[in-house]
């Protein structure tokens, strides 16, 4: 299993960044997907999560109204689109997934909100 994030960088804020994570090493589409973040100093928390086919989405409420997620199970990969994003957005992300007892993680992609 090999997860591969991607999109990271510096916005200022009120700016937008999309995220991608590139899946590969198992099957895609049977597959609940997951963003979480990491800021300095905090624990990692669950940002957002979609089911195998993408109807259903969750989100903390610290994103809600202004991220995205999505997928494209053609191309084995999960989004995040982050609109209006905020100082506090600031952590390293990271694309995830559960198989039973296994967690499998990416390396993780640093977003950076500041002016």
């Known amino acids: 299993v090999q997860l591969v994030e991607s999109g990271g960088g510096l916005v200022q804020p009120g700016g937008s960044l999309r995220l991608s994570c590139e899946a590969s090493?198992?099957?895609?589409?049977?597959?609940?997907m997951n963003w979480f973040r990491q800021a300095p100093g905090k624990e990692r928390e669950l940002v957002a999560s979609i089911g195998r086919v993408g109807w259903n989405t969750n989100y903390a409420d610290s994103v809600k109204g202004r991220f995205t997620i999505s997928r494209d199970n053609a191309k084995n990969t999960v989004y995040l689109q982050m609109n209006n994003l905020k100082p506090e957005d600031t952590a390293v992300y990271y694309c995830n997934t559960q198989s039973g007892p296994s967690e499998y993680w990416g390396q993780g992609t640093q977003v950076t909100v500041s002016s």
């Open positions: 090493g198992f099957s895609f589409s049977r597959y609940a």
